[in-house]
């Protein structure tokens, strides 16, 4: 038996779903035997455990025995969302073809979007976004899948919603933009994506820090030079007076320091 499932409590239907035994849970529900949406102990259906496991074949069984196409899970998650957390493009395209709503919110106020960023599902991504879903969508921490990607340190799921337009000048619940998160987590790539989509190289997060602030800080030279040579402004103060040339000199980072000094001069 799968693990989980005693303790899940889930029906018959549940396990054939989860393992992709599409004959198997055709018969039990043509056989009276099972039923289409049960809820285990989670509050999953057996769509839920199909989308998750990427079973193609078994969710667009389940939805022509009319399944639920929308159902959530404990924690506010529809099959769409399973399917793009784990990312099974071809699950997932069956769910948007039967109208499973691309804008579902879960518990967090994640959309299914948000998940495949998340886990840097670019595959996912680029289908949600081909799909209609709303890349700039907000969780309840104010964060785009923009954001999420770009926090976790996934490249490819964050290049493809920049390059789709998605969440660019966004800021979450601490103000921060993805080119604040990408300063921090010395994501070049994803820097020099921000900076061709526009992305405004001298707002301020709630501590008044720019992205070049946080670069400067933790000694990223690459990406202080990409943020001056594009025009960041170097003077600017933080929330406590820091410019970013004396943050610098704080870490003792001669080479973000000059960097920083040779721009001054030049201004």
């Not at 890349?135 to 964060?143: C, E, L, V």
């Not at 990408?182 to 008044?208: C, F, M, P």
């Not at 003792?252 to 920083?260: A, G, H, K, P, T």
């Amino acid at each position: 038996m799968a693990r989980g499932s005693a303790d899940d409590q889930w029906s018959s239907l549940h396990l054939s779903a989860f393992l992709g035994q599409r004959q198997l849970a055709r018969l039990q529900i043509a056989w009276g035997r099972a039923e289409v949406n049960a809820r285990d102990r989670r509050c999953r259906t057996p769509l839920h455990l199909a989308g998750e496991k990427g079973h193609a074949d078994v969710v667009a069984m389940l939805l022509n025995r009319k399944a639920e196409v929308d159902p959530r899970d404990g924690e506010g998650c529809t099959p769409l969302h399973r399917a793009a957390a784990n990312g099974h493009v071809r699950a997932l395209n069956v769910l948007v073809k039967r109208r499973a709503d691309v804008e579902a919110r879960d518990k967090r106020g994640r959309t299914p979007l948000h998940l495949a960023a998340l886990n840097d599902r670019g595959e996912c991504v680029a289908a949600l976004m081909a799909a209609g879903a709303d890349a700039a969508a907000a969780d309840d921490d104010s964060r785009t899948p923009l954001h999420l990607a770009v926090d976790r340190g996934q490249s490819d799921a964050a290049l493809r919603l920049v390059a789709g337009g998605g969440g660019v000048g966004a800021r979450d619940n601490r103000g921060c933009t993805a080119l604040h998160l990408a300063a921090i987590r010395n994501l070049g790539s994803v820097v020099q994506a921000l900076i061709g989509a526009g992305a405004d190289l001298n707002v301020s997060n709630r501590s008044g820090r720019t992205a070049v602030h946080l670069a400067a800080d933790v000694g990223y030279k690459d990406i202080v030079d990409m943020l001056i040579g594009a025009g960041a402004d170097i003077n600017v103060e933080d929330g406590i007076g820091g410019q970013p040339l004396r943050l610098s000199g704080m870490l003792d980072s001669e080479e973000v320091e000059r960097l920083i000094a040779d721009a001054k001069r030049e201004s």
